[in-house]
């Protein structure tokens, strides 16, 4: 069954250096999303993607935040200058489309800022 | 967003039935019911989705009141692999603008006791 890959699975990083989380959407997804998860918290929607530019982003996706497609497979997230309260369990996602169909997500990436 | 509202928690013995409800009385005509799961320490995964009709899946079946108001999520025989947290999720079926999302509640743990 095709599913969504995200490297690294776990990242140490001192506050505030920069990090770029990477995922490989299922590939014949259009839309694609990054969510977070404090341990122990509700898991939060960070910003969709569609059409090589962004479609919707919450009050978390703030300028420090950044999101690419660089070439067509991959599909990055990245922390400018990182801050403690960015350590949490970070999920990529993907759909064929939106509203119906299932979003896939992969099995995150836990970021971890000293 | 449409609401839910989903107990906090419940407990089930392996291989018996599981009913997990969840309260949507503010949903649209165009919302779909959406349930998916979250293992520890692993990503959100789908489970089942329905507009109007009862669905049914390798995984689990959905139950939806006629009146649309309220979903059970039913997991016929519980295993140990269940034991994780369930969210009853709205999405509105056609896309667009916010609808591209899912947003998690709490949801419902669910333990499953051998």
């Known amino acids: 069954e095709p599913e969504v890959t995200q490297t690294p699975s776990h990242q140490v990083t001192q506050m505030g250096q920069e990090v770029i989380l990477r995922c490989v959407p299922i590939s014949n997804h259009l839309y694609f999303y990054w969510y977070r998860q404090i341990l122990g918290q509700k898991v939060e929607f960070l910003v969709s993607?569609?059409?090589?530019?962004?479609?919707?982003k919450s009050e978390i996706f703030d300028d420090q935040f950044s999101v690419e497609r660089p070439d067509g497979s991959n599909f990055t997230l990245k922390i400018r200058s990182t801050k403690l309260e960015d350590s949490a369990m970070y999920f990529c996602?993907?759909?064929?489309?939106?509203?119906?169909?299932?979003?896939?997500f992969g099995e995150g990436s836990w970021l971890t800022v000293v | 967003d449409a609401k839910t509202t989903q107990p906090n928690s419940m407990e089930s013995n392996e291989e018996e039935p599981v009913h997990l409800p969840c309260n949507h009385s503010t949903i649209s005509g165009t919302d779909y019911i959406h349930w998916y799961r979250q293992l520890p320490s692993q990503g959100p995964e789908y489970v089942i989705h329905?507009?109007?009709?009862?669905v049914n899946n390798r995984m689990a079946s959905l139950a939806i009141a006629e009146d649309r108001k309220s979903s059970t999520l039913i997991l016929h025989r519980a295993t140990l692999r269940d034991a994780a947290v369930y969210y009853c999720i709205l999405r509105d079926g056609w896309g667009g603008g916010s609808n591209y999302k899912l947003t998690f509640g709490k949801g419902t743990l669910l333990t499953v006791n051998p």
């Open positions: 329905g507009l109007t009709s009862n």
């Open positions: 993607f569609y059409n090589n530019e962004i479609s919707e």
């Open positions: 996602a993907s759909s064929e489309s939106a509203g119906r169909n299932t979003i896939y």
